[in-house]
């Protein structure tokens, strides 16, 4: 299975993408709670739920709008976690840049 990662996750795994096997079908909470310890502690909290700010894709399909988390995935299917990083108003900090 392979499971890309954006933004600081991949800068924490080192990588764009990591791979795990999985035998058989398992739940997709099972299978972030066996993500590596300095991805898993980005992606769920100590209940195992994934946390807030996180875009969860299985096969570029939401998981959490569609199955709220709740589906099983194989060793074929494709998972993909985006951070939801959002900007603000940078006037404190100087006129806003415009390109172009």
């Given amino acids: 299975m392979i499971i890309q990662l954006y933004g600081p ?3 924490a795994a080192g990588a764009a993408e990591i791979e ?3 035998e ?3 739940r997709l ?3 972030l709670a066996d993500l590596p310890r300095n991805i898993r502690d980005a992606v769920v909290g100590e209940d ?3 946390r807030p700010g996180l875009l969860i894709m299985v096969n570029d399909v939401d998981a959490r709008s569609v199955y709220n988390y709740e589906l099983y995935v194989e060793d074929t299917d494709k998972i993909t976690i985006i951070p939801m990083i959002h900007g603000g108003n940078a006037e404190p900090f100087g006129p806003p840049v415009h390109p172009g």
Wanted: avoid cysteine; charge should be positive; proline fraction near 7%.
């Fill in 20 to 22: 795990l096997r999985l």
């Fill in 9 to 11: 996750l991949r800068v």
């Fill in 48 to 50: 195992g739920t994934p």
């Fill in 24 to 26: 058989g079908r398992r």
């Fill in 29 to 31: 909470r099972e299978v």
